[in-house]
Nanobody
Framework: QVQVVESGGGLVQAGGSLRLSCKAS????????TAWYRQAPGKERELVAMLFVGGNIDYADSVKGRFAISRDNAKSTSYLQMNNLKPEDTAVYYC???????????WGQGTQVTVSS
């Protein structure tokens, strides 16, 4: 039974930092791609960062240089370190965990990130 749970969201001031966590269970984590998405009110869901099994990483242009995705296979956990946060980063952040050879993956419930000015 695959389960994905995000945590670490909250309210921060602009310029501050947060680290989000995404813990997966029921899967061999090392065989899975991990990704972070976000959705702001009235906006479409967008990809924030994706970490491939081989170590390659894709970032959205809007977060390059500020966010960093990583993983700890021993803990079956993916992290999104967010620095120099801006009000436009405010959104619900979702984790997705997907087998490298599958088209779709499993979503977490989301965690709210709110950045005040």
């Amino acid at each position: 039974q695959v389960q994905v749970v995000e945590s670490g969201g909250g309210l921060v001031q602009a310029g501050g930092s947060l680290r989000l966590s995404c813990k997966a269970s029921g899967i061999p984590f090392s065989d899975y791609i991990t990704a972070w998405y976000r959705q702001a009110p009235g906006k479409e869901r967008e990809l924030v960062a994706m970490l491939f099994v081989g170590g390659n990483i894709d970032y959205a242009d809007s977060v390059k240089g500020r966010f960093a995705i990583s993983r700890d296979n021993a803990k079956s956990t993916s992290y999104l370190q967010m620095n120099n946060l801006k009000p436009e980063d405010t959104a619900v952040y979702y984790c997705n965990v997907k087998r490298f050879d599958f088209l779709t993956g499993t979503w977490g419930q989301g965690t709210q990130v709110t950045v005040s000015s």
